[in-house]
């Protein structure tokens, strides 16, 4: 029990169903009067916190909600990274899920009770909010809470990057959401460096013959060009073949495209439609319409924003001339594709600050800035 000025606070972990169901259904409580909100579907949260996910091969995790005069009032988890603890060796664990009402001892007793969790298994730091690890939603929304967000990226109330910091924590690094048009004029410059890789470079949709060597393809070269960035861990093979297993049952094979360098894979890029378009006004629910009404406007309404969530030029191509031309080259081959699906909007989601180079390219593209988000961290006693 925590007292507060409010009334007391209950923690419970999320070890039952019941308990299970209120963490789930929180959101529909915090954000009830938010119009940028969107509802996430039910079916889905509750698929993602199954065991059987392969990420909990090396990930450990708990849940709490918290309860003031028997109703939910907040939800954390904390988890513990097999993976990344084998990379760093630095002893850091997580949180995740964080949602509260603006009430600042609500967040004090659910970071309390994560924190505690941590440090008995060891941990010395803690990083959030990850909705499970780094490859999963990232940060806290802190800028850009006008607009509803792109699907599987976050959103927050203003007030929760206040009461979090209040909470002891600081901001480890800030990450950036980008809008750029699906009918974008290629630069010169853009046009210039495809001419001059137009007869080396092979651009190919992903295979539904191959897919599944298709995907292990992707996944080697993600792994690769990422591995030297902030936070990193690999995707294993599982993962990711469940990853993407799951979005080719939602995006057409031209939706990812394959970037050869005589003959060797060497880039990629996907785009994913922005199911949050579909799916705002069914609250959560695919039965008993929803599934109807959600196939339906797959095929007949098509979104008209789409995401860029993974992209990737092998990293020895990084610091030449190659890197910017590969990964102009993957965004290019996009570009008929999702207009012939009439799409008007792309968010490229989601670019760590550092990435200078990126950054520049989606410059280059006439992209702008379209949101914040943060990863926090704290040091713990």
Avoid at 52 to 69: I, M, N, S, T
Avoid at 120 to 130: E, I, L, N, S
Wanted: glycine residues 6%.
């Amino acid at each position: 029990m925590v007292d507060s000025p409010a009334g007391k606070l209950h923690l419970r972990a999320t070890d039952d169903r019941r308990t299970l169901d209120d963490f789930l259904r929180l959101p529909w409580r915090v954000y009830a009067d938010d119009p940028a909100w969107v509802p996430p579907l039910l079916f889905e949260r509750r698929e993602a916190l199954s065991p059987k996910q392969p990420v909990f091969a090396h990930l450990e995790w708990q849940g709490w909600v918290a309860y003031r005069d028997g109703q939910p009032v907040g939800r954390i988890t904390a988890q513990i990274d097999r993976l990344h603890l084998e990379r760093y060796q630095d002893a850091t664990g997580f949180f995740g899920f964080i949602d509260a009402i603006d009430d600042d001892a609500v967040f004090a007793a659910l970071f309390e009770a994560a924190e505690d969790w941590l440090s008995a298994r060891g941990m010395r730091r803690v990083r959030g909010p990850f909705g499970f690890n780094i490859n999963q939603e990232v940060g806290l929304l802190v800028d850009g809470f006008d607009s509803p967000p792109y699907f599987m990226m976050t959103h927050a109330r203003p007030y929760h990057a206040r009461a979090v910091e209040h909470c002891g924590y600081a901001k480890a690094a800030d990450l950036f959401a980008y809008l750029i048009s699906a009918a974008f004029e290629p630069p010169p410059v853009m046009a210039s460096l495809y001419a001059r890789l137009r007869r080396r470079i092979h651009m190919r949709p992903l295979d539904p013959k191959r897919r599944d060597a298709d995907l292990e393809i992707l996944r080697d070269i993600f792994n690769d060009a990422w591995s030297g960035n902030w936070g990193f861990v690999p995707f294993t093979a599982e993962e990711f073949s469940t990853i993407g297993r799951e979005m080719l049952m939602l995006i057409p094979p031209d939706f990812i495209q394959i970037a050869e360098l005589d003959s060797e894979p060497v880039a990629f890029i996907v785009l994913l439609p922005n199911l949050n378009e579909a799916i705002a006004d069914l609250d959560g629910r695919l039965l008993p319409f929803g599934w109807l009404k959600l196939i339906r406007r797959l095929k007949f309404s098509y979104p008209r924003t789409a995401r860029i969530p993974l992209m990737g030029v092998r990293r020895r191509f990084h610091h030449t001339r190659l890197g910017p031309g590969l990964a102009l080259s993957v965004v290019e081959a996009l570009r008929a594709p999702g207009l012939r699906k009439g799409l008007v909007e792309v968010e490229m989601s989601w670019i760590l600050e550092s990435n200078e180079a990126m950054k520049n390219i989606i410059a280059t593209l006439g992209g702008r800035c379209s949101k914040r988000y943060r990863v926090y961290e704290k040091t713990l006693g």
